[in-house]
């Protein structure tokens, strides 16, 4: 979603939360004298709730990964933003599948595992496993890794950039066969 997306969405709610509140003023003050006033002040608060977007402020992303393709697709707030060449395992060195959350963040890390190897734009997920940048791209559409889910540098980076934004919490990893 653009920032003038988001913009509008939040005046958008704010309207609806004024307008709530509004009627709510009116409503107390026309029963005052009759103690009604908590009962809607108790229906303004769940409305509210049922109405005000909770992710004002933040967005959900989704990176899906299919094996078989070995493509990834990122969606923002549930529209396709990125669709990206990968290389996941190779051989005996399996790629694990499911539902995940990133687990931990690192611009520049190097692996501990392979001789040091440069993994930047890490996202971590699963154990040591991680979504990061390959210098070796013209292996990006085959298998080709020890596990880890590789991308172009550039093309990590903005995933990187996006979870980073929305917060580990706001961003769903899912790889599938």
């Not at 580990?168 to 066969?177: D, E, F, P």
Request: proline share 3%; glycine share 8%.
């Amino acid at each position: 979603m653009s920032e003038w997306g988001k913009v509008n969405q939040c005046w958008k709610s704010g309207m609806v939360f004024l307008a709530l509140l509004f009627m709510l003023i009116r409503v107390i003050s026309s029963s005052a004298g009759k103690g009604l006033g908590m009962k809607y002040v108790v229906a303004f608060v769940f409305a509210v709730f049922l109405l005000v977007p909770s992710n004002l402020a933040r967005a959900s992303v989704l990176a899906k990964i299919d094996k078989s393709t070995q493509t990834m697709k990122v969606y923002v707030n549930g529209k396709l933003r990125y669709s990206w060449k990968v290389s996941t395992g190779r051989g005996r060195y399996r790629t694990p599948s499911g539902s995940f959350r990133p687990t931990v963040l690192k611009r520049r890390h190097y692996s501990s595992k392979y001789n040091n190897s440069p993994m930047p734009y890490s996202v971590f997920f699963h154990r040591g496993y991680a979504i990061h940048g390959t210098y070796a791209t013209k292996y990006l559409g085959r298998r080709a890794s020890h596990g880890c889910v590789r991308l172009h540098p550039s093309n990590a980076a903005r995933l990187f950039t996006l979870v980073k934004q929305h917060g580990r919490g706001n961003t769903r990893i899912t790889i599938k066969q």
